[in-house]
């Protein structure tokens, strides 16, 4: 019978992985270092950072300033100057992201509601960080602001603004992080598998007797689609206990519509992995087709940046991307509980990538095969 034969042919492909060390240490390796590496050392957020302080005024909001800042849990050290030049050798040895200058007049400025004299020299080499320590600062002196004489005159009529922050009301980064994981890992590992499969059959002189075997060439797709697809799945469920239990990430979505969705990307990237895996003769050709497919695809997700920010004419490109798709489904579901419309929405496009990638993985098998 068929079934019986691609039974054997899974089972065969299952083994070959398990068996094999590299295998495991694919299957093992990334899939540990990513959850730590991104988990908790690979944020976006800016912390403990260090400035240096010139105060160069006598009166009191200066010490105030320069106390606010010490203060600071946003701020690691805190280096006291007097000289300007110590300032800006600071940034050029990369010793400060921030330098800050409080002027002679300062305080009476300040006080009298007049423009106060402050410079903040920042370190554009790390444009991301500047920006953000900037913010920062001019929190710090906004609120000193608002406790002068002259503020809290202003502030008795100004229109208060308070923020609130939905599906995230902490900011807490690892909910952010942890379930685009979820999507990366299954990325990467369902990419490599995939496109090692056929390569390795090649490299080990099998692939002549997968050629006359009783398989026909869809059972032998599908054959080599389906231990991706479980060995995927199995990562997500790992990743999924672990946003849930270590995390502590809301799940306030469906399980149901998340796994049914994951098939049909898990899917669409073994049909990539497939088609790479036809195309390459060594498993070495075929790591580095996974590669070059994998770093493009992250950095064209939204994974670290919105896709609204990219040029123009790169974001059509990102319309054939499986894992930008996913991305939504995974945080939406965690973080949003969006509806099955929007989830079938996001599927759609993994199914005709699906179809599209495993169309032409089928299409170039069969022309190795004649």
Request: charge should be positive; glycine fraction near 6%.
């Given at each position: 019978?068929?079934?019986?034969?691609?039974?054997?042919?899974?089972?065969?492909?299952?083994?070959?992985?398990?068996?094999?060390?590299?295998?495991?240490?694919?299957?093992?390796?990334?899939?540990?270092?990513?959850?730590?590496?991104?988990?908790?050392?690979?944020?976006?957020?800016?912390?403990?950072?260090?400035?240096?302080?010139?105060?160069?005024?006598?009166?009191?909001?200066?010490?105030?300033?320069?106390?606010?800042i010490a203060g600071s849990p946003r701020f690691r050290h805190v280096m006291l100057t007097d000289n300007p030049q110590a300032a800006r050798e600071?940034?050029?040895?990369?010793?400060?992201?921030?330098?800050?200058?409080?002027?002679?007049?300062?305080?009476?400025?300040?006080?009298?509601?007049?423009?106060?004299?402050?410079?903040?020299?920042?370190?554009?080499?790390?444009?991301?960080?500047?920006?953000?320590?900037?913010?920062?600062?001019?929190?710090?002196?906004?609120?000193?602001?608002?406790?002068?004489?002259?503020?809290?005159?202003?502030?008795?009529?100004?229109?208060?603004?308070?923020?609130?922050?939905?599906?995230?009301?902490?900011?807490?980064?690892?909910?952010?992080?942890?379930?685009?994981?979820?999507?990366?890992?299954?990325?990467?590992?369902?990419?490599?598998?995939?496109?090692?499969?056929?390569?390795?059959?090649?490299?080990?002189?099998?692939?002549?007797?997968?050629?006359?075997?009783?398989?026909?060439?869809?059972?032998?797709?599908?054959?080599?689609?389906?231990?991706?697809?479980?060995?995927?799945?199995?990562?997500?469920?790992?990743?999924?206990?672990?946003?849930?239990?270590?995390?502590?990430?809301?799940?306030?979505?469906?399980?149901?519509?998340?796994?049914?969705?994951?098939?049909?990307?898990?899917?669409?990237?073994?049909?990539?992995?497939?088609?790479?895996?036809?195309?390459?003769?060594?498993?070495?050709?075929?790591?580095?087709?996974?590669?070059?497919?994998?770093?493009?695809?992250?950095?064209?997700?939204?994974?670290?940046?919105?896709?609204?920010?990219?040029?123009?004419?790169?974001?059509?490109?990102?319309?054939?991307?499986?894992?930008?798709?996913?991305?939504?489904?995974?945080?939406?579901?965690?973080?949003?509980?969006?509806?099955?419309?929007?989830?079938?929405?996001?599927?759609?496009?993994?199914?005709?990538?699906?179809?599209?990638?495993?169309?032409?993985?089928?299409?170039?098998?069969?022309?190795?095969?004649?």
């Amino acid at each position: 019978m068929w079934w019986s034969r691609l039974i054997a042919l899974v089972l065969k492909e299952l083994l070959t992985v398990l068996r094999d060390p590299r295998g495991r240490t694919i299957l093992i390796g990334p899939p540990i270092v990513q959850l730590v590496v991104f988990s908790y050392a690979a944020t976006l957020e800016v912390r403990n950072v260090d400035v240096m302080l010139l105060n160069r005024d006598a009166g009191h909001w200066g010490e105030e300033l320069t106390a606010r800042i010490a203060g600071s849990p946003r701020f690691r050290h805190v280096m006291l100057t007097d000289n300007p030049q110590a300032a800006r050798e600071a940034i050029d040895r990369q010793k400060v992201t921030a330098a800050i200058t409080v002027g002679t007049e300062f305080s009476r400025n300040i006080e009298a509601g007049k423009p106060a004299d402050l410079q903040i020299l920042l370190d554009g080499r790390r444009s991301n960080a500047a920006q953000i320590v900037a913010g920062y600062i001019n929190q710090i002196v906004l609120g000193l602001a608002a406790e002068t004489p002259s503020g809290a005159r202003k502030v008795a009529t100004a229109i208060e603004t308070v923020p609130r922050y939905w599906f995230n009301p902490n900011l807490i980064y690892q909910w952010f992080m942890v379930p685009n994981l979820i999507a990366n890992i299954a990325l990467l590992i369902g990419l490599i598998v995939t496109a090692l499969s056929i390569a390795r059959e090649r490299e080990l002189g099998t692939f002549d007797q997968l050629m006359v075997s009783p398989l026909r060439t869809h059972e032998i797709l599908i054959g080599k689609l389906t231990p991706p697809i479980l060995i995927g799945l199995f990562h997500m469920t790992v990743y999924v206990l672990a946003a849930v239990f270590v995390f502590a990430v809301p799940l306030r979505g469906s399980l149901f519509l998340l796994y049914a969705s994951s098939l049909f990307y898990l899917a669409s990237i073994a049909g990539v992995g497939l088609f790479i895996s036809a195309l390459s003769m060594t498993q070495q050709q075929a790591i580095l087709g996974a590669f070059l497919f994998l770093v493009p695809a992250t950095l064209l997700s939204g994974f670290a940046t919105p896709i609204e920010n990219m040029p123009s004419w790169l974001q059509p490109v990102t319309a054939i991307n499986p894992l930008r798709y996913f991305l939504v489904i995974v945080k939406g579901i965690f973080l949003k509980d969006i509806p099955i419309s929007e989830v079938l929405r996001q599927t759609a496009p993994l199914l005709v990538i699906a179809t599209v990638t495993l169309g032409a993985a089928s299409w170039l098998f069969r022309r190795r095969l004649e």
